[in-house]
């Protein structure tokens, strides 16, 4: 079953602008990841948070995440073609605190417009 | 690309016959993950091998087995294929029995059971 549920499903940009994805999941979670996958090849670590943390930074990507409503939000700044692809949340809950059993959620779909 | 290498990248079987997927972890990685990817939804979690013994199973019914080898590398096994099979397995290596975090995936293997 999935953990949790991205939103939107699908989103459509310009390139140059700002990209922003939320992610929901269930229960209590160790660490919460997010991944990148274009079409329907293997999928791109993006970074993790730890439940602990309320927000990381790398690159052109934010990550916040609110544990107190059970949910995470994923931005994509300065937005460029290469960026189009699927993006899935994926968190670990206890007993787990690493990847030993990660739990997808069902993706958004982002396209950037050249 | 991360390193981790899966054969075959495509293959088509029938209903009942069985099949098995291969894995070549990333070199110094001990931990070898399963997902099946359905079309159109998160990847969900198989089962996770750590130095050869099964680390983590996921909601999957017996027919999918696995092994590890004492190089790291892996094989998802499906006995007794149903159409509800078809899907692309993922494989995933990472250099720690989960503690790391980041899953370093393989592109996959779509399989097509008719």
């Known amino acids: 079953s999935q953990q949790g549920e991205e939103d939107p499903q699908a989103l459509s940009i310009q390139e140059g602008e700002n990209a922003t994805m939320n992610c929901s999941y269930k229960t209590s979670i160790n660490n919460l990841q997010w991944y990148r996958q274009n079409s329907g090849r293997g999928l791109v670590h993006l970074i993790l948070i730890r439940s602990n943390e309320r927000e990381k930074h790398s690159g052109r990507l934010r990550v916040t995440l609110d544990t107190s409503k059970k949910s995470s939000s994923l931005l994509i700044t300065a937005s460029r073609a290469a960026d189009t692809a699927s993006y899935f949340c994926a968190t670990v809950k206890p007993p787990y605190f690493g990847n030993e059993k990660l739990t997808f959620g069902t993706g958004t779909r982002l396209t950037i417009i050249p | 690309e991360t390193g981790v290498t899966q054969s075959p990248t495509h293959l088509i079987k029938t209903r009942g016959q069985q099949v098995t997927l291969r894995c070549s972890s990333q070199s110094g990685h001990n931990t070898v993950s399963w997902y099946q990817q359905a079309l159109g939804q998160g990847p969900q979690f198989i089962f996770q091998?750590?130095?050869?013994?099964?680390?983590g199973r996921g909601n999957f019914p017996p027919r999918f087995s696995g092994l590890q080898f004492p190089n790291y590398s892996s094989e998802l096994n499906v006995n007794a294929l149903e159409l509800d099979d078809s899907a692309l397995y993922l494989c995933a290596s990472s250099p720690s029995g989960g503690g790391s975090g980041e899953l370093f995936f393989g592109e996959g293997s779509r399989l097509t059971v008719l």
């Open positions: 091998y750590y130095r050869e013994e099964e680390n």
